[in-house]
Nanobody
Framework: QVQVVESGGGLVQAGGSLRLSCAASGSIFSINAMAWHRQAPGKQREFVATITSVGRTNYADSVKGRFTISRDNAKNTVYLQMNSLKPEDTAVYYC?????????????????WGQGTPVTVSS
């Protein structure tokens, strides 16, 4: 069994900051990329940022320069530091981990999602 759990969401004023965390736990053999996505009310889920196991990062244009993704491989945890928040950043933020389980060994990796953490930015 693998669990992916996000935390750190909440209500913040425009211009403020929040730090999201996401921890993967359970029968994990290895984790490849970890990523954040978000889904605003009435919209489709969209990519926010990703980080590989060796620390390479990629961001959506809408968050470049404001958000920073990082990870602690020893803790199987990924973070999203969000600065200069805007009302349009309001969404449920989901964590995704592309990982291999102990049962599967060094075989195919699978994608695991958390249940999301809500972020609301007031104007």
């Amino acid at each position: 069994q693998v669990q992916v759990v996000e935390s750190g969401g909440g209500l913040v004023q425009a211009g403020g900051s929040l730090r999201l965390s996401c921890a993967a736990s359970g029968s994990i053999f290895s984790i490849n990329a970890m990523a954040w996505h978000r889904q605003a009310p009435g919209k489709q889920r969209e990519f926010v940022a990703t980080i590989t196991s060796v620390g390479r990062t990629n961001y959506a244009d809408s968050v470049k320069g404001r958000f920073t993704i990082s990870r602690d491989n020893a803790k199987n945890t990924v973070y999203l530091q969000m600065n200069s928040l805007k009302p349009e950043d309001t969404a449920v933020y989901y964590c995704n981990a592309d990982l291999k389980t102990i049962a599967g060994g060094d075989g195919t990796s699978f994608s695991y999602w958390g249940q999301g953490t809500p972020v609301t930015v007031s104007s």
